[in-house]
């Protein structure tokens, strides 16, 4: 995932990486959408289980409070926040591999 190495670089005083930082984010929410979609869809259409629009709904949640606090640069929040995306990305991985 870039969003924590360019986040690193901002840290480190590289700001040309706030752009290319913000852009990602950006397409990781749409992506983020189009997964509680297709959960949805799953669910409706294909009769599949329901746990995945839940854990695809906390998750949009989860990268919309980020991109809101990251474009506010509410820090305190922010950066907390980018971690637990992370591990909530490692879950909702892991489950999914193992259910498959």
């Known amino acids: 995932m870039a969003q924590p190495v360019l986040a690193g670089q901002l840290l480190a005083g590289v700001y040309p990486s706030l752009l290319l930082h913000s852009t990602n984010a950006n397409v990781i929410a749409g992506a983020a959408f189009a997964v ?57 991985a892991t489950v999914a591999w193992r259910t498959a």
């Open 36 to 92: 509680l979609v297709s959960a949805v869809i799953f669910r409706v259409v294909g009769g599949g289980p329901g746990w995945p629009i839940t854990a695809s709904a906390v998750e949009f949640g989860v990268i919309t409070l980020q991109v809101t606090a990251g474009h506010l640069r509410w820090m305190v929040l922010h950066v907390p926040l980018g971690v637990a995306f992370v591990a909530l990305s490692v879950v909702l």
